[in-house]
């Protein structure tokens, strides 16, 4: 008879066990179904993306990250830290596209687009840029004072003092305050 709430004990356990592998299989078949957006032969940056709202409430994101083509045609993969795809984008001339497990969104710009995928406006077309260590060419920059490494550009402040490492900085400052770190991969980093 004292077996008997042991063997209740393991039956609740294996159905848990289960239900978990069932629920990671579903969610994996769900970001299976997402095709990977890079065009073959373009160059790809990759890292770790944080990004952080200070709004009411705080926003934030952490993961990985893909990027891929240019401003005007190119594609940013965004995965957990577990690899789970969290959303894709792809744009060209005259549209861009959102997918998640389960949605697609289709927008007239990269900067809508952006909104929506990120909860803020953030110029994802300066962005390549950025991440290079260098001023967007198609909007005015000013060196960071006092010869600090880095550069402002459309209200942003981005840092490239441990560039080197394959960090970047931005902070735009405007309510609500936006903060953006990048981690590129080694493949990566250069120097600027």
Same mark, same amino acid.
Request: proline share 8%; charged share 20%.
């Given at each position: ?7 209740? $004990? #393991? ?5 848990? +066990?289960?239900?978990? =592998?069932?629920? /990671? *299989? &579903?969610?994996?078949?769900?970001? %299976? ?17 944080s990004?952080r709202v ?44 959102l997918?998640?497990? $389960? #949605?697609r969104?289709?927008?007239?710009? +990269?900067?809508?687009? =952006?909104?929506? /995928? *990120? &909860?803020?406006?953030?110029?994802? %077309? ?18 960071l004072?006092s010869?600090?490494?880095?550069f ?12 080197s ?28």
């Open positions: 008879m004292a077996d008997a709430p042991r063997q209740g $004990g #393991a039956e609740r356990v294996s159905r848990w +066990l289960l239900a978990m =592998a069932v629920a /990671a *299989l &579903g969610l994996l078949s769900g970001c %299976a179904s997402l095709t990977p957006p890079h065009a073959q032969g373009s160059q790809m940056l990759s890292g770790r993306l990004l200070d709004s009411d409430p705080v926003r934030a994101l952490s993961a990985t990250f893909e990027l891929s083509g240019n401003a005007q045609s190119g594609a940013l993969v965004l995965s957990s830290p577990l690899g789970a795809t969290l959303a894709q984008a792809r744009w060209m001339p005259g549209e861009a596209v997918e998640t497990p $389960g #949605a969104a289709r927008y007239p710009d +990269l900067d809508s687009l =952006a909104e929506q /995928a *990120l &909860g803020e406006r953030v110029p994802l %077309a300066a962005l390549f840029d950025w991440l290079r260590g260098k001023p967007w060419a198609d909007a005015p920059s000013e060196s004072p010869g600090e490494a880095g402002t550009q459309l209200g942003w402040r981005v840092g490239l003092a441990r560039y490492e394959g960090w970047v900085d931005a902070k735009r400052d405007a309510a609500p305050a936006v903060t953006m770190r990048a981690r590129l991969d080694a493949a990566g980093a250069a120097t600027p």
